[in-house]
């Protein structure tokens, strides 16, 4: 019985430990690892300038959730 409880340890000690280990080996490139070109970026700040002296944006909004958590979105 004790040899038992002793292999079922180890085997979860050994599984949360591979569970702990294993996601930070992964990177995550966001905009699939590519970088925007100073055209690119004055491009997408003019856009942002207009919009916003169309409409009314805020930043940063948190939003509740069902559950109780909060989302932060700009809207």
């Known amino acids: 019985m004790l040899k038992k409880t002793f ?3 180890a ?10 280990q294993l996601p930070g080996t992964r990177t995550v490139y966001s905009q699939g690892g590519r ?16 919009l916003q002296s169309l409409a009314i944006v805020e930043r940063k909004l948190m939003i509740p959730m069902r559950d109780g958590t909060r989302i932060a979105t700009d809207v």
């Open 11 to 20: 085997l979860v000690a050994v599984t949360c430990w591979l569970v702990v």
């Open 35 to 50: 970088t925007l070109t100073p055209e690119q970026i004055a491009q997408r700040n003019a856009v942002e300038n207009e």
């Open 7 to 9: 292999r079922t340890l």
